[in-house]
């Protein structure tokens, strides 16, 4: 259904702002184009599925024999993930055990040394993500390789840095078409410091070299594959490389609820939240487990409801973050049918909520702007989304936004992505139109309005 709508704009007398917005983090073009896609799926498959782990050593008890699915098929997961309504997905190419689903000529702890000998799940991955028209990512341990710390002779630190980046190298030249590496550990452990990855996880050596690796990491990255995104957890920042996607789980630079996609550099100026005057561009990612149990499969696993993977969705794409669910397949080499129904239950819910949009405008909005979208006739609104052009940055710092006819508001920091609010029954009845307070904005945003019939209260 389409509504004629009228546009207004009333503007505020011309604010002043730091640096007349000069000095934004903006992001580069990938950036933005993995931007588009605000829902990921993960998938943890490998030694863990079989031996019951969650961070593998590589020992004796956990050799290639072990992994065994009679059932491997990476088209499933893909489509599982294209059920949910997720445009990407990651595949854990290799874990810390350092067990690769591909065949490799640096490790001889891979797919190829196991019961599916001739098969490359990484290959078999990326072919149906392109099939499907879903983003194909890896997750790839680069600093923590169990079974050449722990089980196969290698001698030295240098000889255990030399596998690594090798295998990275020859991951990221072999497989094209990946959308970002998802690095575990990335920037840690410093080399032999207390306390750090190295002291907890038996797959991850501390040698004072290790002070060093993430930088060649980067630099190799940005050498043999710079269309490939840096991403994932404990993002340390390269003196001159710094990661490009920010994961959740690092407290360093973590966002409160202003939700900026920006930050300043951990090692000069720690700050608790982003800044709009970071000196970096980072999209910041939520990674967690849809299964029970952790993040492989293991016998028992339950799995998110339907109604809370819903919540979960609209509680953080809907407040400006990036989202990235973990279904593991189990140890068949399937996703398992419970979690494959609720997937589509909530993939249904998010199509049928999308599906309900009234209309949308794209307007300029500087500080103390009012944009109004007026609906041809009074309409029910359920739920209203904010949308800024991050093209040239984060801009908007402040806002009100307020259905006209109504008894709604809500005031929020920023806007980012996507800001979605709901609205009750009772208070998005008889609107004729939403209006949106550009409080505070670092020089001019783009901000579009999008109005739907539908809420997911």
């Known amino acids: 259904m389409s509504c004629l709508i009228v546009l207004a704009v009333i503007c505020a007398p011309t604010a002043l702002n730091n640096n007349n917005g000069t000095s934004i983090p903006i992001p580069n073009d990938l950036q933005l184009n993995w931007m588009k896609t605000p829902y990921r799926t993960f998938h943890h498959f490998g030694i863990c599925t079989y031996s019951g782990c969650e961070h593998n050593s590589g020992t004796s008890g956990e050799l290639p024999a072990l992994f065994n699915p009679s059932e491997a098929n990476p088209e499933q997961w893909v489509l599982a993930a294209k059920s949910l309504g997720a ?19 640096f490790t001889n702890y891979t797919i190829a040394q196991s019961p599916l000998k001739g098969r490359d799940l990484v290959r078999e991955f990326i072919e149906a993500c392109n099939k499907h028209n879903i983003k194909p990512s890896l997750y790839f341990a680069a600093s923590c390789d169990g079974y050449h710390k722990n089980y196969d002779d290698v ?3 240098q000889e255990y840095v030399d596998i690594q980046l090798n295998t990275l190298k020859e991951l990221v030249t072999t497989y094209k078409g990946i959308e970002y590496i ?14 750090s990855s190295c002291d907890f996880l038996s797959g991850c050596i501390c040698d004072p070299l290790m002070n060093t690796f993430w930088h060649n ?3 190799l990255m940005r050498t043999y594959a710079p269309d490939v995104l840096i991403g994932g957890i404990d993002l340390g920042i390269g003196p001159t490389n710094p990661p490009d996607i920010k994961n959740h789980f690092n407290a360093c630079n973590f966002t409160d609820d202003s939700h900026q996609n920006t930050a300043s550099r951990c090692q000069t100026t720690p700050q608790p939240h982003g800044s709009v005057f970071g000196d970096m561009y980072r999209p910041i990612e939520i990674t967690s487990s849809a299964a ?6 293991h016998p028992g696993t339950s799995y998110m409801s339907s109604k809370s993977m ?21 140890s068949t080499g399937l996703i398992d049918e419970d979690a494959l129904q609720s997937m589509s239950e909530v993939g249904d819910a998010l199509r049928s909520f999308y599906a309900s949009e009234i209309t949308r405008v794209t307007m300029e909005c500087k500080s103390g702007d009012k944009i109004q979208l007026m609906l041809e006739k009074p309409s029910t609104v359920g739920a209203v989304m904010l949308k800024e052009d991050l093209a040239n940055g984060q801009r908007v710092t402040s806002y009100n936004v307020s259905l006209l006819g109504g008894h709604w508001s809500a005031s929020e920091l ?14 998005g009845s008889n609107i004729s139109g939403i209006q949106v307070e550009c409080q505070s904005v670092v020089g001019t945003a783009n901000v579009t309005i999008v109005g739907f019939y539908a809420s997911w209260m």
Do not use: M
């Open 87 to 105: 445009g990407g997905a990651v595949l854990t190419s290799r874990h810390e055990g350092g067990f690769c689903l591909f065949p490799s000529n």
């Open 155 to 157: 001698k030295t630190a």
């Open 182 to 195: 998802w690095f575990d550990h990335h920037g840690n452990p410093p080399g032999h410091k207390s306390g």
């Open 217 to 219: 990491v980067d630099d």
């Open 292 to 297: 029970s149990k952790g993040w492989f499969w």
């Open 310 to 330: 819903v919540d979960d969705y609209f509680s953080l794409i809907g407040g400006g973050y990036f989202r990235i669910l973990n279904f593991p397949p189990n």
């Open 414 to 427: 920023t806007i980012g992505t996507q800001r979605i609010h709901s609205v009750s029954p009772t208070a």
